[in-house]
Nanobody, 121 residues
Framework: QVQLVESGGGLVQAGGSLRLSCAGPGRSISGYSMGWFRQAPGKEREFVAAISWNGLRTYYTNSVKGRFTIFRDNAKSTISLQMNSLKPEDTAVYYC??????????????WGQGTQVTVSS
């Protein structure tokens, strides 16, 4: 079982920024494609961004393009999500996951516990 741990969530005003990080033990992240998802209350889990194992390919859902950036540090076995120009509709629990660059959650085999992001208007 791979333990992924997210950090960096919090409360921020609209227009502000947050950086989320996801860490895993050993080489549990290095060499794997990784993604970020989010889930707001009463809604389904939604794809946010993904990055290929070598960091050369990144993917974003349309609503975050130009505002969010996903990147990774394989030496530290971490991925991060830089979130700028945050909007109240970005409020959700954010999860990192291992296994794919696709938007279908079923293609990811391991998930973190999530970190809450709340954007106030």
């Amino acid at each position: 079982q791979v333990q992924l741990v997210e950090s960096g969530g919090g409360l921020v005003q609209a227009g502000g920024s947050l950086r989320l990080s996801c860490a895993g033990p050993g080489r549990s992240i290095s060499g794997y494609s990784m993604g970020w998802f989010r889930q707001a209350p009463g809604k389904e889990r939604e794809f946010v961004a993904a990055i290929s194992w070598n960091g050369l390919r990144t993917y974003y859902t349309n609503s975050v393009k130009g505002r969010f950036t996903i990147f990774r540090d394989n030496a530290k076995s971490t991925i991060s999500l830089q979130m700028n120009s945050l909007k109240p509709e970005d409020t959700a629990v954010y999860y990192c996951a291992r296994g794919s660059v696709r938007s279908d959650p079923s293609e990811y085999e391991y998930w973190g516990q999530g970190t809450q992001v709340t954007v106030s208007s």
